[in-house]
């Protein structure tokens, strides 16, 4: 223990060792000997005195010093260098100090406050991953968090790298998971390397880049292992910061929850409404069923009803519960897991309509004419039970005449109803003339120990488009209530095409013969006569793959602009509470507007608020597309790593300057052809006709030729694919061999040399509906 200094005789009383401590403590800024000093009065040769105690104070550990001053042991500085790593269950961002001695115990979470009026112009917005330059402050009654406003963004994604620990013999080395960082391994130095084992998946802070050499890094935090294929989507789940694990209030409130009883609801537990969903569904929020009207003004009309899982009368609006739903945004899929948008307690439990158990829903009834045209609805609050719990294939079955015990009862009483109604909405939707996209959807199916099984293109039956027939009327009803009622909401949106992608779409189609009108509106009949031109042809899936990429992304908004793949002039998302946080939004608006209980959107909300969570969501709906993309590239790319060396046959999927992108026919999987490989000739970009062609040969390979490949390399961890190409190109087209406007591209290296892989791409999905 340090000695106690004296008074100074001589002056003002010189401060204990607890003054000198508190007034370093309260203090915003970091404080040095000069202005302890000015503070307590004290001069000459006391200085002396104070500067013997405040190094006794540091040896002690009470205080830790550094550039600029002084501040309490464990707290920090008052501006720190800070990486962006997530959100907290209120949406704001969190951050962590980029240097920590994790000898003082886990590093200190910082919320960090974006301004009201927003960023300030010529300045880039914060994101997850980015580092910044914080002002921080203690919060009051939490000494172990910390509110910090950015003082400037100095890096976007700079924040740490996250890959694979491979141990040495003088430290170990990472591999990292991004395919656009392969071939960039980092050094890992002994003793930088923490808690880390062989195969672990781990956060790394890099700490030196040279121009030479591998740069080097220490190890931040071990995120767990990947000692088998189940676990590749963890991968995903921290390089896109997908929040995973509840929080233990979230945990707790789900746990305590009671099950909602019949007071305030319509009793509908005596009609005949079922789930049909996909057989291994562990989650049922929707119920349909369809009678024929018996009004003599609608003839050979039907009653639809729609019955959603009552999620809003559990997940209270403020509370942990909505907290965490709101900043998870929605449920994510992968192939070996689902990371659910609310605990199990509430979204496979008490939402979810059980067969033959009594759940609370919001229900639609809707009847419909004779040519699918919706002509009226009403929305109701009840108490349904299920009559049945069907597959997809198993009621398809019985509809084509090979019921089972379950569904033979069924048939004449409720599936035949359905499947009356969904053919009077087909004609319906054959009027509205949607977006008509013909494209596969794959889907992996694993072993029981998380490998890859196969890859399979499910059939597309009536039954799913029965339901997603349904889900759509249902959908529509519910922004045409709240538009009624002028009650504001969160719409499903889909912009018309830009310009720009629809000059490239132009581009494309003449390559092939096809021109695109260049006046009129812009609607999806365009684009269909378009599909229709190359159905049956060897263009049609690569036309349909570029007309998808030239649509605009659907996003969540609190303003209306349509949907235009659905061709519709409003649209909201109804009918998923139980995995999608805009839908909970729209059953608590329906219940305010409705006038169906105490529990619904309250006045307080603002087209503000609304934009905000909107703008929330809809980042989130893209981070799960993109992590479950890359979790499928993952678990292929591992799957097809003990066949390098074996043929495979394609099409060309991309074409870029530096090389071809192949999508594998049989599995869907991408990969890439370097240029450098292609042979012994110079290539043209020819980005008009989506080429590249030989200088002197005049060899073409273009956007949607089929194509035999050789897998090169796969690198599991990246989800990367690299391809040699087998296939010789189009002959010359003309003797220009290349089109004005196009690009010399030099080839890379000799022919046959591996090039590193280069990123494989993605799989361009379209807009969730």
Partial sequence: MAKRIHPNPNGPAFPSREQVLAFIAGSSEKVGKREIAQAFGIKGAAKIELKRLLKEIEEDGEVEGGRGGLTPAGRLPPVVLADITGRDRDGEFVAMPAEWDHAKGPPPKIRVEIPRGGRKPGRPAPGIGDRALLRVEQEEGDRGRYAGRIVKVIGKNKADVIGVYRTGRDGGRIVPVEKRAQGREIAIPAGEEGTARDGDLVSVTLTRETRFGLPQGRVRERLGSLGSEKAVSLIALHLHHIPHVFAADTLAEADAVKAAGLKGREDWRDRPLLTIDPPDAKDHDDAVMAVPDDDPDNPQGFVVTVAIADVAAYVRAGTALDREALM????????????????????????????????????VRMVIGADGVKRRHTFHRVMMRSTAKLAYAQAQAAIDGHPDDTTAPLVETALRPLWGAYAAL??????????????????VLLTADGAVDRVVVPARLDAHRLI???????????????????????YRVHDEPALEKMRALGEVLASIGIKLPKEGALRPALFNRILGLVAETEHALFINEVVLRSQAQAVYASQNLGHFGLNLRRYAHFTSPIRRYADLIVHRALITACRLGSDGLSSDVTIGALDRIGEQISAAERRAMAAERETIDRLIAHHLADKVGATFTGRISGV????????LDDTGADGFVPISTLGADYYRHDESRHALVGERS?????????????????????GALRFELLSEGRAREDKRATAPGSRPVRRAGVPGRPAGIRNTGSRHRGSRR
């Fill in 328 to 363: 998870r945004g929605n449920s994510v899929y992968f192939p070996d897991r689902v990371v659910p948008m609310l605990p199990e307690r509430i979204s496979n439990d008490l939402c979810s309509l059980r067969q033959g158990e009594d759940r609370p829903a919001l229900a």
């Fill in 426 to 443: 087909v004609k319906a939707r054959e009027a509205r003339g949607p977006l008509a996209l013909d494209l596969p959807e794959r889907k």
């Fill in 468 to 490: 997603e027939e349904f889900m759509i009327l249902a959908n529509v009803a519910a922004a045409e209530t709240l538009e009624q009622a002028r009650q504001p909401l969160i």
């Fill in 656 to 663: 870029t300057r530096s090389g071809l992108f192949i999508k």
């Fill in 698 to 718: 005049g060899e073409t390979h273009r956007l949607g030729d089929p194509v035999e490949v050789r897998l090169v390399e796969a690198a599991a961890v990246a």
